[in-house]
Each structure stands twice: as C-alpha cells, then as structure tokens.
C-alpha cells in the first residue's frame, strides 16, 4: 500500500504471552520500511508471532486464546470505507535480523460493476448501481485456518447514485 503510514502490531511469544503491542509508522515518507517509537530486543531463544492490522480499530483482541477482531462493520458510505489489512508472521532471530517482512492481505472484497449495450434499439441509462443482501458485519479470525470470517445474519445494502445519468454504449463503461 503506497498511501499506507502506520499498522498495529501485537508480537505473542509461542506459550501466547503478548511480547507487545505497538502502532508502526513509516520511517519516512519514501520508505518501505516501518519502525515503532520503542525498541524491542529480540527474546533470547524465542520465536515470535507478529499480528498486523490496518486501520487500527476497536474490537481487537490478540492474545493466547483469540485472536480476533468482533463485529466488523464496513463504513456505510462506500466513499468512506476503509481498504481492511492484515498480515500473521511466526519469525525467529535468525531469519529476521534486518526486520519482520510482514506480507499484508486484503479482507474485503472489491467489486467493479461494468456494463455495455451493443443493442442499438435500445437506450439504456445507470442512475444507481445498488447491492443487495450483503453481511452487515462479521467477526475476522487473524489465525483460522481458510475460513477467517464469520459473517453475521443481518443483512444490508450498498448504493451508490450517480450525479448523472450514464448512458450506456459498446464499450465497457
């Protein structure tokens, strides 16, 4: 993520004690490279499981039973709505003496609604594109294995209305 400044991170030792909890920013505005305000030393003999998670939010529980995030609630606004990352990594000393690489995983879905008419008897116009029936929220799961979201039963809708009018011709609009 190139406009990507600051994630979350918990560090769990291997019985599951949380090591740290901290907020990472880039180092500078160029940098690929990420650093908290305190230090940590590497635990002798250890390995360590990094969770990281953007944007930062409440509901978050990480620590040796759970690591879960509860009820998450896309923005209703889809213009406001928030690209949901994370990223699970078991390092050791050895293999990360110039840092954790953490690979970052997107948790929504993006949809991209793209229409055609190649019928010149008919006009068509898009005022709105709406979907229906999505899961209102949902619990994520940093650590299940394929499955990491429960979705709930409600259910709602996203919409989004046009200023104008679309209309639609032979290419993909």
Known sequence: ?????????????????TYFE????????????FVSNTDYYWPADEDLTFIAYYPEMENVTINGEEKVI???TPDADIAQQIDFITAVKKANIEDSA??????????????????????????IKVKAIRLNNVAESGNFDFVAPMVNWKQSDELT?????FANEI???????
Do not use: C, M, P
């Not at 809708?157 to 209305?161: A, L, N, W």
């Not at 209309?167 to 609009?173: F, I, K, N, V």
């Open 1 to 17: 993520e190139s406009d990507l400044n600051s994630f979350s991170v918990t560090a769990l030792y291997e019985d599951g004690r």
């Open 22 to 33: 901290d907020t990472f920013t880039r180092e500078d505005e160029n940098s690929i490279y």
């Open 70 to 72: 509860t009820g998450y």
């Open 98 to 123: 110039d840092g954790v690489a953490l690979e970052f995983k997107h948790q929504l879905s993006q949809i991209e609604v793209n229409g055609k008419n190649t019928n010149k008897g008919y006009t």
């Open 157 to 161: 809708s996203y919409e989004i209305e």
């Open 167 to 173: 209309t639609l011709g032979e290419d993909l609009a």
